[in-house]
């Protein structure tokens, strides 16, 4: 079996600001299930702590610029996989992840640049992998320095590097002059390497030095290929089309599964679907909604509150949903203006609008598990994980048909509407609650997205056949 390494910004359970975290607590132990030695590096940023954690590497030799930062390596070990921490507090040990006070931290190039060279170090003076399998922007520096400053290292050139997309609308780009602060040769600084519009984009470096890409969708990975979707880079992942593969995402079961969810107000599974009633009820009665809320169909949303997620769509149709015979239950914070609209659809008709600001782990399941139909108007969604949720808790879905939302929702699970147009979603939402009222029907199609596998172990045979095939190529 192949010795892993992965290199990724954020991991479940230590720190999570979104779906690559999730991805993050799930496959690697999904693999290590599967035989495969994974150790995964992430930054030691404040609060990330265990009981087990220990030192395993006392002065990492981590060079930047000809200056050899201050680098140690912690690690813990859990389902059969080496969870290792760069830390490094001058980089890591700040309020927020990413930013702070809403503002993106000034030298997130350079923090990102000392895990992918923390990443190459341990390489270097602990175990060598087989492949380095990178994720998003904050990997994508690997490659780069992997083919530039370590060129000369031959064990280090046979190790296969394997880049995947989480987002493509996260590119990390900086102005030119990090190419210096980088410490990266001013040759790469073109058109077909770094350089993009003026600035350096590390997600395009890693994209033209990694062996592989993959995207978490197979939909997801063509659709970046066209100007609608591709951010600029369209191009090149065409030219890279032959070296990119679409792999979805999957679930976590373990956490995911309202027949032992300790979250719930009841449990229930596809052949005793009682309990559903009572999360219901349990929605219906905590957000003050009116009793007649239990007899029409309850529509409910868990997201970030971001320019993809098709909120637009949903500001432009409200007046009209208020009319349907439903109720929509809201959780979820990001930009102000969405946050501010579903208040105020709240204040307007608190008898069929209900939110949390905010975000709640256990009101997420909840809402999952009592509402009766799910609600992702995406623009894009590379994968989305709240669809596969939500057909594992019978909550059938209405979404757009892009990226993952069309390669896991069919017409005999949920229901999908294709043009990003509020009249579109209007009829999606209205067909949904017309066939709500269709009972027996209903329970079968609830049924039908019950009995779906999305688990990890099913994703993680498809990386490691990607693995088996980029080793012995």
């Known amino acids: 079996m192949a010795k892993i390494l992965m290199v990724a910004s954020e991991v479940a359970p230590f720190v999570k600001t979104g779906g690559l975290a999730d991805v993050m607590g799930s496959l690697p132990a999904a693999l290590a299930r599967a035989g495969e030695t994974v150790t995964v590096l992430m930054p030691r940023y404040r609060g990330v702590n265990g009981a087990d954690f220990r030192r395993v590497r006392e002065d990492l030799p981590v060079w930047l610029n000809g200056f050899r930062h201050r680098v140690n390596i912690d690690g813990c070990d859990r389902e059969g996989v080496a969870y290792r921490f760069v830390d490094a507090p001058w980089f890591y040990d700040r309020e927020g992840i990413y930013s702070s006070g809403g503002k993106d931290w000034g030298d997130n190039h350079i923090r990102y640049a000392i895990l ?4 190459l170090a341990m390489a270097q003076e602990l175990e060598m992998p087989d492949v380095f399998h990178v994720h998003d922007w904050q990997g994508a520096l690997l490659p780069v320095y992997q083919r530039s400053w370590f060129a000369g290292d031959a064990r280090l050139q046979q190790v296969k590097t394997l880049l995947t997309i989480h987002n493509l609308g996260y590119q990390g780009r900086f102005g030119a002059a990090a190419m210096g602060e980088l410490g990266l040769d001013q040759k790469l600084f073109h058109a077909g390497a770094l350089e993009y519009y003026g600035d350096v984009n590390l997600l395009k470096g890693g994209l033209v030095m990694s062996d592989w890409l993959t995207t978490v969708s197979p939909r997801y990975a063509q659709e970046i290929q066209t100007a609608e979707y591709g951010f600029g880079l369209e191009g090149l992942l065409r030219e890279r089309a032959g070296s990119l593969t679409g792999i979805l995402n999957g679930v976590d079961y373990r ?28 929605l219906v009665e905590y957000f003050g909604l009116p009793p007649e809320a239990m007899e029409r169909p309850l529509l409910g949303i868990v997201s970030r509150f971001a320019e993809q997620k098709g909120f637009d769509l949903i500001e432009q149709i409200a007046g009209a949903l208020a009319d349907e015979p439903m109720s929509l239950v809201v959780l979820g914070s990001g930009n102000p203006h969405w946050e501010q609209m579903f208040r105020n659809l709240t204040n307007w008709r608190p008898d069929k609008f209900a939110n949390w600001i905010g975000f709640s782990n256990e009101m997420a399941h909840r809402i999952e598990a009592g509402a009766d139909i799910f609600l992702m108007p995406s623009r894009y969604e590379p994968c989305g994980l709240n669809q596969i949720y939500s057909l594992k808790y019978g909550t059938p879905p209405v979404v757009r048909a892009t990226g993952g939302l069309d390669d896991t929702i069919d017409g005999e699970t949920g229901f999908k509407f294709w043009e990003y147009h509020p009249e579109a979603l209007l009829q999606g939402v209205r067909y949904a609650i017309e066939r709500w009222y269709d009972r027996d029907s209903w329970q079968g199609r609830m049924r039908r997205g019950m009995a779906k596998d999305f688990s990890w172990d099913r994703s993680a045979g498809d990386y490691q056949r990607l693995y088996r095939q980029l080793l012995e190529g």
Request: with cysteine; net charge negative; proline share 9%.
């Open 116 to 119: 992918c060279l923390a990443a």
């Open 255 to 282: 956490e995911w599964d309202p027949a032992t969810d300790h979250y719930l107000p009841a449990n229930y599974t596809p052949e005793d679907l009682r309990g559903k009633r009572e999360c219901k009820r349990y």
